[in-house]
Structures are given as C-alpha cells and as structure tokens.
C-alpha cells in the first residue's frame, strides 16, 4: 500500500505524445512498485498500447548468481571497486597480458581491470596511488557493485 | 471538509474516486473483501479494511467507523442507492456522498420518482391511456428485470403475472406499472449536480446502444437533437433537481423518441455512473470531485454559464464476456492486459497484468474512453484504440465493440435502442 499513485492517464498521453514523434517502438519505465510499459501497437493501426504490471519486480532474485566476496579490507589499504556491476576481466582482451599484478606501482588514473556490462566494457580506476596488495576476484567472474576487486597500499 | 474518505466499493470506479481523493489530499481507505484482496484499488489505497461482502451495510459502517472515516463515498451498484444505507452512515456521524435518504428512497420507487417528475412538470411516457403496446416495469425497477413488452389486451394478465413474479424475486417487490411502449426509442440522459439549493446540468449523453437493458457504448454529446428539444431536455433535468433540493450527482434519464425527439422522463439515477467520464471529457470538469467538494458541505463551485461543452467523447465498456458463447462471464487472470494509450483516449480500468476477474462481481474490467474535436474524430480515434487493445487470459466484449465502431449506423450516429435487432446474434 502506498499514498501516491504513479503517472495520471495525462501522464501516459504525454509520453504516448513524445515517443510518437520519435522513432521509438517503445518504452519500459521499472520501479520498485511497477512497471509500465508503453509500446506502438501490433498490426500497423498507428495506435499506442499501455501495460502495467504490478507484481514485485524480480530483478533482484534473478541476479542472485552474482558472486560478492565481502573481504574485509585490511588495515591501511585501500578496497578498489567497480563502477558497475557486471563480469570482472585482468586482460583488455582474452590472451593479452593482465592489466596489473601483485605489487605494481599504480596512480589514481591507472587502469588496473575491465568491468563488462550489458556489453559495454568499463575500465575500472585504481583511484589511489601505492601498490597492488591483493587481486581478490578470478578472471571472468561475475560480480556486484560494492565487491572489492583489489586492495591497494598507498 | 473530509479528510478521511472510506470507500464502498471495488474494480474501475474505487480507483477512480481513489485518484481525485489522492488528488485532493485526502486519507483514502477502502473496503476489501476476500476475492478482492491483491487487486490494484486494494494496493494503491492508504489502507484497507476487510469486508465480507460489498452489501452488507453493518460491516461497512462498522469498518468505516473502525477506520475514522469522516466521509463514505458508496461508488455505483452495490448500496450506493440504498436510503438505509445512507441513513445508518449519518447516524454513525459519517458524511453519506451522495444525495439526502429521502431522495433517494423517492427516485428508488420508480412509480413514485414518476409522480415527482410529473409534480415538476415533466412529461412522462403515458400510462395505459395511451394505448397497446404497453411496456410492464418494476416498481423497483433495474437492469431490465421484470420487464415485459404487451402487445394486445389478452396477453396483458399473463404477462402482469410473469413480470411480477420477477421483480419479486429479483427486489423482493413485485409491485408494477405500466407504459406505452415507444418503439423507435433513444435512451438520453443528463447530468446534474446539485448542493440541496441551486443544480446545473453538465449537458448529455447517448447510451441507446444496449444489450438486453444494459448499456454498451455511451456519448456525449447525445448526436443529432434539435436545439430546441436539447435545451428542453437539459432544463427538465435542472427543474426535477431543483424540486429535488437534490444534492450531489445525478443523471435524469429520458426516453427520446427518433421521431419527432419529443421527450418523457424514465428515472432518476442518484449515484456516480458508469459513462461519467464522457461527460468530463467535454466539460473538464472532474465529477467525483464535485461530489466530494458538495458532500463536505461547500456550495455548487460551478455556474451554468460557465460550463462549456466542447468536443465530443465516447465511452466503451470493456467487459469480461464471452461474445461466441452468448455473453456469459469470463472471470479468471488476465495475463496481459495491453490497454490503448495516447492524445484523446482515457482508460479507467482496475486490471493490469496478471488481475484477477473474480466470478463473484460484474464483468466490467475497463472502460475505454475517446475524445476528438467532434464526432467523426471521436469515433475515428474509438477505431484505432480498439484495433491497439489487447487483452489475453479472458474473453471481453473488445470484438463486440469493433463490430459496432465499424456499423454504419454507428459511424451516422443517432440511433435507437433498437441498434442490436440489426446485429446478427449479438
């Protein structure tokens, strides 16, 4: 139960009005309490369809595979984290030699892993100056927003 | 003022008072019965309160009370005509949203709501002076029940018979009246809001387009009347209001007929009703929240010359029905409901993806509304949002309605309550 209700019958004429100008076939707007739907209807009529659907979204069980080590950061180091969540790579490409390995010097902007999400490859930023102390995630394993991927000693 | 609104009702019209409750700040609690538990209305209201049924005056008074409800907003069907009803709210210090007990207990008794029409100077259909055919109707009256068509004198006792033996059994009052049966009928009706002094109309509607009694298809503005008779029409609705002292909203129905468009006054509906929404969608004005703002005790917020009607709008009522199988019901879960969407189309409807039609209510599940700058737009628009709609788990009547949208009678617009006689076996 909740007080306000999403998006008034207006709402969904507005964003019915901005995407018929567009060249989208539809949207999905999800939150916590919904999703909605809005498409271009099947059968070429040049009509619009609204779906709503109000069933607790299950986004959250369907990722449960997603290995989170939960290191505790030892003292006077430094936890490096992705900026995403998605499938952790040492290598710009399978074969090439890891970003970095048990103690290299790194900088702030050094690149020291990729994070793949929805195909997009993500670098992830060393963030501090000092040495690798620690690689705490296999290649190629899936992994969640707040994982700690490396530890570095300033 | 009301700040806690309990409401009595279930499907499309409890989140309908719902939004313009939510809208005007108010605290919305609403009644739930079992089947009705997960619905949409239940998970959007501030809270719920478990009722057996949607009938039982006690325990909605006991559970509105319970629930520090300052105001009961009865919704349409159920108790929302129901004098006792109201009478046992304002004796439990409750606001009623609607009209006074006694109005209601008067326009309930169809033969006595005929009588006031009549002392306010409308015409009525004329009785058995006016010869065969004669229609038999229910004292009670509703939905067709006890309803019957005499054509000769001989057949006039064994239909009288029948017709009471239904309305009894469907009212628990089998009293009867009669009519002259018009045979080239229009149902026309109009809206008005009253505050116990002052009432205004809110122009009319068109809902000839009816299935055995019940209504299918709803427009206004009512399509081809004279000026003359529609400014007529209107003012009759206001005068019988104003008799009334009638206070909240209401719908004054007449019979119009095709011909010469004269009219006669057939009842008075003093609820909310199903097609209201035609009727904000040309006047821009939000009835439920007239209804809330006059049952919280302000004056009529809206002057007659301030009222303008302007386009023209549709309604088409979506209901859980399976056409190929005579219209029976057709509960069970909607797997997608894929309801049109856009400029010009509103949809009032309680059920998404995954709803449930329990078998225990009426079948309505949505209602598609049109709008357009007039009439051929209108029905232009109605056509490409019924070709959009999609609805997979249970049978509705959405191929019913693309069937009328493509009528050429339709399409003309103006046409009698026989419309479905010329409809293959719908």
């Known amino acids: 139960m909740s007080g306000d209700l999403p998006l008034s019958p207006e709402d969904v004429a507005e964003i019915v009005a901005i995407l018929d100008g567009s060249a989208y076939e539809r949207l999905e707007i999800r939150t ?23 069933s607790v979204p299950q986004a959250e069980a369907a990722d449960a595979a997603v290995v989170a080590p939960r290191v505790e950061v030892g003292e006077g180091l430094v936890a490096v984290r992705p900026p995403l969540p ?15 390995e048990i103690g290299d010097t790194v900088g702030p902007d050094s690149v020291v892993a990729i994070i793949e999400t929805m195909k997009l490859m993500n670098p992830v930023h060393a963030g501090a100056s000092g040495t690798i102390a620690a690689i705490l995630v296999d290649n190629a394993a899936p992994v969640e927003a707040e994982a700690v991927l490396m530890t570095i000693k300033p | 003022m009301i700040r806690r609104l309990f409401i009595a009702n279930r499907g499309e019209i409890a989140l309908r008072v719902l939004r313009t409750a939510h809208r005007l700040g108010m605290t919305t609690i609403l009644a739930v019965s079992e089947a009705d538990r997960d619905s949409l209305p239940a998970r959007l209201a501030d809270e719920t309160r478990p009722v057996a049924s949607y009938l039982s005056i006690e325990a909605l008074i006991d559970a509105a009370v319970a629930a520090g409800a300052d105001a009961i907003h009865p919704g349409y069907g159920f108790l929302s005509e129901n004098a006792a009803f109201a009478r046992v709210a304002s004796e439990a210090g409750i606001v009623f949203v609607g009209p006074e007990p006694a109005t209601l207990a008067a326009m309930g008794d169809k033969l006595e709501a005929r009588r006031i029409a009549q002392a306010a100077g409308l015409p009525v259909v004329p009785g058995r002076e006016g010869g065969f055919p004669l229609l038999i109707k229910a004292v009670a009256g509703g939905g067709g029940k006890g309803m019957k068509r005499v054509d000769r004198e001989e057949e006039l006792d064994a239909a009288m018979a029948m017709a009471a033996a239904e ?21 026309v009706e109009v809206q008005v809001l009253g505050d116990g002094t002052r009432a205004v109309h809110l122009g009319d509607r068109d809902c000839s387009i009816q299935r055995r009694f019940q209504k299918l298809v709803e427009e206004a503005p009512a399509p081809f009347i004279p000026d003359d008779k529609r400014a007529a029409l209107r003012n009759a609705a206001v005068r019988l209001a104003e008799h009334l002292h009638y206070r909240g909203a209401g719908t004054v129905e007449f019979l ?16 909310i009703q199903v097609e209201h929404p035609v009727t904000e969608a040309v006047t821009g004005i939000d009835l439920v929240e007239q209804q809330l703002l006059i049952a919280g005790g302000e004056p009529l917020g809206v002057r007659q010359e301030t009222i303008a009607l302007e386009g023209h709008a549709i309604e088409a009522r979506i209901n859980a029905e399976d056409g190929r199988r005579d219209f029976r019901p057709s509960p069970g879960t909607v797997r997608r409901a894929a309801w049109p969407a856009g400029p010009g189309i509103r949809v009032d409807s309680h059920i998404a993806d995954g709803g449930k039609v329990p078998p225990l209510y009426d079948s309505l599940i949505g209602k598609l509304i049109v709008s357009g700058s007039d009439r051929a737009e209108a029905v232009a628009r109605l056509r490409s949002a019924l070709d959009a709609l999609e609805i997979e788990g249970v049978e509705t009547t959405a191929g019913l309605h693309r069937a009328i949208a493509a009528d050429p009678r339709f399409v003309q617009g103006g046409v009698d309550t026989r419309f479905f006689e010329g409809f293959g076996n719908a």
């Open chain 2, 256 to 271: 119009v007929d095709a011909a010469d468009f004269d009219f006669y006054f057939l009842e008075m509906n003093a609820r």
């Open chain 1, 32 to 54: 916590t309490r919904f999703t909605l739907r809005v498409a271009r209807a099947e059968g070429g009529s040049g009509g619009w369809t609204q779906e709503w659907d109000w």
């Open chain 2, 167 to 187: 309305a009894e059994a469907a009212f628990g009052d089998g009293r009867l009246y009669v009519e002259r049966f018009i045979a080239s009928g229009r149902h």
């Open chain 1, 86 to 100: 998605g499938t952790f790579y040492r290598s710009p490409q399978p074969g090439a030699p890891p970003f970095v």
